[in-house]
């Protein structure tokens, strides 16, 4: 399938997809959401593929929703647009997504970093959630996912007052898993996909989701979710090739089921 937008490529089992509208700071319009959606299912689907970086250019991750597409569109337009479902469907990807983030990482931008499971950031990044100069709030996750990552006083301050992180700060608050320099943000975030991508496939996916249930349900309710899905990797293959590794003193051949 081919892009306007984005740009993909594979680089051993990781797939990468690059936001590419550089003289737009990368604002996520609609094209670029549907886009993404596409490409990230068909990593999804491709058992070639283990893990995904999703990632900008060096000034920005993404600048947030394209404020000039937004701008004309009713309450009504946003409840019914497919820009709204493109947020949802990245939710479901199943295989493990890590956000490679230089520069600006700004209102949609922020939220899409924190809609993947794990953030590396260049010394460069910068998040915030700026919705309300606009005079709006964020739409995608921000006051709740946000707020989960960094604590009440940090996101009160974020959507209330437009105030930005520093990619330090953003570590500090653990809304970012690492900083690295600039020119290697890219190169770890791959480096870093692609060992998760070697590892056991079906229970990396599973391990997604059960980390993910620890956002919506009560401790007692996620340690059952938890309990019924590791019951669950006792009927794959990979849990006897795993163990059978372990006891005979050799590498692990996963199969992916
Ligand atoms: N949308 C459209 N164009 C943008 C943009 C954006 N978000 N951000 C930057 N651009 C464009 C600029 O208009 C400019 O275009 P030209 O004037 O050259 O045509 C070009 O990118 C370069 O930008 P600047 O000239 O402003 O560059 P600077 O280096 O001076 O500043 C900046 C960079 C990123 C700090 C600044 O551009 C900026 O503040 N941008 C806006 C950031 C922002 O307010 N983001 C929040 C947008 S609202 C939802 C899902 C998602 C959302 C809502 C709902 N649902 C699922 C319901 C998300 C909402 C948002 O993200």
Do not use: H
């Given at each position: 399938?081919?892009?306007?937008?984005?740009?993909?490529?594979?680089?051993?089992?990781?797939?990468?997809?690059?936001?590419?509208?550089?003289?737009?700071?990368?604002?996520?319009?609609?094209?670029?959401?549907?886009?993404?959606?596409?490409?990230?299912?068909?990593?999804?689907?491709?058992?070639?593929?283990?893990?995904?970086?999703?990632?900008?250019?060096?000034?920005?991750?993404?600048?947030?929703?394209?404020?000039?597409?937004?701008?004309?569109?009713s309450a009504s337009?946003?409840?019914?647009?497919?820009?709204?479902?493109?947020?949802?469907?990245?939710?479901?990807?199943?295989?493990?997504?890590?956000?490679?983030?230089?520069?600006?990482?700004?209102?949609?931008?922020?939220?899409?970093?924190?809609?993947?499971?794990?953030?590396?950031?260049?010394?460069?990044?910068?998040?915030?959630?700026?919705?309300?100069?606009?005079?709006?709030?964020?739409?995608?996750?921000?006051?709740?996912?946000?707020?989960?990552?960094?604590?009440?006083?940090?996101?009160?301050?974020?959507?209330?007052?437009?105030?930005?992180?520093?990619?330090?700060?953003?570590?500090?608050?653990?809304?970012?898993?690492?900083?690295?320099?600039?020119?290697?943000?890219?190169?770890?975030?791959?480096?870093?996909?692609?060992?998760?991508?070697?590892?056991?496939?079906?229970?990396?996916?599973?391990?997604?989701?059960?980390?993910?249930?620890?956002?919506?349900?009560?401790?007692?309710?996620?340690?059952?979710?938890?309990?019924?899905?590791?019951?669950?990797?006792?009927?794959?293959?990979?849990?006897s090739e795993g163990?059978?590794?372990?006891?005979?003193?050799?590498?692990?051949?996963?199969?992916?089921?």
């Open positions: 399938m081919s892009y306007k937008s984005i740009l993909v490529e594979t680089k051993n089992r990781v797939g990468v997809i690059t936001i590419n509208r550089p003289k737009a700071m990368n604002a996520l319009n609609g094209q670029v959401m549907s886009e993404m959606v596409a490409a990230l299912q068909a990593f999804d689907a491709d058992d070639a593929i283990g893990a995904m970086v999703l990632t900008g250019n060096e000034r920005a991750f993404a600048a947030g929703a394209d404020i000039k597409e937004m701008s004309g569109k337009d946003m409840f019914k647009g497919s820009f709204v479902d493109a947020w949802d469907d990245i939710r479901k990807i199943k295989k493990p997504i890590i956000a490679a983030v230089s520069g600006w990482a700004l209102g949609g931008g922020s939220e899409l970093a924190m809609l993947c499971d794990m953030i590396v950031a260049s010394e460069t990044a910068k998040f915030g959630q700026p919705e309300i100069n606009l005079g709006i709030i964020p739409g995608a996750g921000g006051t709740q996912r946000l707020t989960r990552a960094v604590g009440k006083a940090i996101a009160m301050e974020m959507v209330l007052n437009d105030r930005k992180l520093s990619a330090e700060e953003a570590l500090a608050y653990g809304l970012v898993n690492r900083v690295v320099p600039a020119e290697r943000y890219l190169d770890e975030a791959i480096s870093l996909a692609q060992a998760i991508a070697e590892r056991a496939p079906v229970a990396a996916q599973i391990g997604k989701e059960a980390v993910n249930q620890a956002f919506e349900t009560s401790l007692t309710e996620g340690v059952y979710v938890e309990r019924r899905l590791f019951n669950f990797l006792f009927a794959t293959e990979d849990q163990m059978a590794a372990f006891i005979e003193k050799r590498k692990a051949n996963w199969q992916g089921r």
